[in-house]
C-alpha cells in the first residue's frame, strides 16, 4: 500500500485529491496550515478513515515535517500548501514569500534528509512532486503558448514566489539528486474551490442576485483546467513523469473572463431563473482592472500528453456544467464559507 504526505490537501485542489487518493486505498498524510483557504468541511466524508491523517501545521515547520515523515514513510509528497490568490498577494506579499518560497524550502530540506537515507529501492521510488501555476511565464499576446522552455517572467508577487519555489525545487535535484517533479498549471475550476476565485465567486453572487464583478474589459484570456483532470495529470506524472523534469498541464479551453460570466450565467438561468425572469447577464458589472493584470495565458500541454499519454477528460462546457451544477447541490458548503463558520468548528490535531 502506498503513503503519500500531501501538503495543502484542506484546499481545493489538494482537497479534490486527497478525496480521489483515498477513494483508490492510498494511504495520505494531510498536512495543512488551516489559513482562511483551509477547509476541513471538504474532508467531512474522510471522518474515521484509516486512510487519511490531518495533521493541522505548516511547511516551513522543518521538525514537523521530519517528524511525519520518520512516522509514516512515504514513497511520494505532494506540495500543494500555498498562498494561492492573486489579490491577496497584492494586498500582502510577504505572506507569500514566506510559505511559497521559505516553507518550500523546508519541506525539500526535510524531503532531502529523509530521501538520502532510504535503503536504495525506496530511495529510487521517492518522488517529490511540486504543484506549480503557469503564471509563472508571465502574459502572452493575442497568439502563442507557454511551453515547458518559456522562459520565467512573473509579474505578480504570486508568481514571482511560485516562480521562485520552482527554481528552488529544481535546484534540489541538481544540487542534491531529489528525485522532483513540477507541474505548471492553467486556471483550475470544479468542486470545493474558496468562493473568491472567479468561477466559484460568480457563481454564488449569479445566485444570490449580486452584481457580478469583472475586471477591465472582460477579454483577459485563461485556460482552464478542471480540478478532477488536474488531479489526473498529477497522478500520472507522479507514476510515470521523468525525474528532474517539469510537464505542462492544461485543460484545453481558453476563455475570455466574459464569455466564462456569461456561460455561468445562462447556465443557472436554465437550471434556477430568476423570478423577474430577467437574465443573470444583466448582474454583470465591469470594475477597474487589477494591476499588472496578465493579458493572456495559454498552454501547450502536448509533452505531458504525448510523453506520458495523459488528456483532460472535460470540455469546458461539460466542466463548468458539471461545476455550476455541484455548487447548486452544495449551497450549505457555500453558505459555511461565506459566513465563517467553516472555520470555527476546526478539530485539527495541533502537532
Ligand atoms: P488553496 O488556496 O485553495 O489551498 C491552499 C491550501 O494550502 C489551504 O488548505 C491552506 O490552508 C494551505 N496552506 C497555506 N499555507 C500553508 C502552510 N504554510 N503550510 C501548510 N499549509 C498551508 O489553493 P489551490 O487553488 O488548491 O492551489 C493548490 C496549489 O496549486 C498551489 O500551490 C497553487 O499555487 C497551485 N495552482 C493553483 C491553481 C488554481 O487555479 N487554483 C492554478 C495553478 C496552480
Known amino acids: ?67 511525519l515523515l520518520d512516522e509514516h514513510k512515504p514513497q511520494a509528497i505532494v506540495n500543494f500548501a500555498a498562498e ?18 521559505v516553507g ?39 497568439s502563442g503558448k507557454f511551453s515547458e522552455t518559456t522562459a520565467y517572467a512573473p509579474n505578480s508577487p504570486y508568481s514571482a ?41 460568480v457563481i454564488a453572487k449569479a445566485i444570490a442576485g449580486e452584481p457580478l464583478p469583472v475586471y477591465g474589459d472582460g477579454k483577459n ?38 464569455e466564462v460570466v456569461e456561460t455561468i450565467c445562462a447556465l443557472l438561468d436554465e437550471r434556477r431563473p430568476r423570478q423577474d425572469g430577467e437574465p443573470r447577464k444583466s448582474q454583470i458589472a465591469f470594475v477597474k482592472d487589477r494591476p499588472g493584470h496578465d493579458r493572456r495565458y495559454a498552454i501547450d500541454a502536448s509533452k505531458l500528453q504525448s510523453e506520458l499519454g495523459w488528456k483532460p477528460a472535460h470540455t469546458f462546457e461539460r466542466g463548468i456544467a458539471d461545476t455550476v451544477d455541484w455548487y447548486l447541490d452544495h449551497q450549505d458548503w457555500v453558505r459555511r464559507v461565506l459566513d465563517g463558520s467553516y472555520r470555527l468548528e476546526r478539530i485539527g490535531q495541533e502537532a
Open 1 to 67: 500500500m502506498q503513503t503519500w504526505l500531501v501538503t495543502g490537501g484542506a484546499g481545493f485542489i489538494g482537497g479534490n485529491f486527497v478525496l480521489e487518493a483515498v477513494a483508490d486505498g492510498i494511504k495520505i498524510v494531510n498536512l495543512d496550515a488551516l489559513t482562511y483557504a483551509g477547509n476541513l468541511d471538504t474532508l467531512s466524508s474522510l471522518d474515521g478513515d484509516p486512510c487519511h491523517t490531518f495533521v493541522q501545521g505548516d511547511i516551513g515547520d522543518r521538525a514537523l515535517i521530519a517528524k
Open 221 to 258: 484570456v485563461r485556460d482552464w483546467l478542471y480540478v478532477g483532470d488536474h488531479c489526473s495529470a498529477i497522478r500520472t506524472v507522479l507514476a510515470r513523469g521523468r525525474v528532474g523534469e517539469t510537464y505542462n498541464v492544461g485543460g484545453d479551453a481558453e476563455r475570455r473572463n466574459i
Open 104 to 142: 518550500t524550502l523546508a519541506l525539500l530540506e526535510a524531503a532531502r534528509d529523509y530521501w538520502k537515507n532510504l535503503h536504495d529501492e525506496a530511495k529510487a521510488q521517492f518522488r517529490f512532486l511540486h504543484v506549480s501555476t503557469d503564471e509563472v511565464y508571465g502574459s502572452l499576446g493575442d
Open 161 to 201: 514566489s511560485k516562480a521562485a519555489s520552482d527554481h528552488l525545487v529544481r535546484a534540489f535535484h541538481h544540487t542534491y539528486g531529489l528525485p522532483v517533479l513540477t507541474t505548471n498549471c492553467s486556471n483550475n475550476y470544479g468542486p470545493y474551490q474558496f468562493p473568491e476565485k472567479l468561477i466559484p465567486l
Open 84 to 101: 494561492s490568490h492573486v489579490d491577496r498577494s497584492i494586498d500582502g506579499p510577504a505572506a507569500f514569500v514566506q510559505t511559497n518560497v
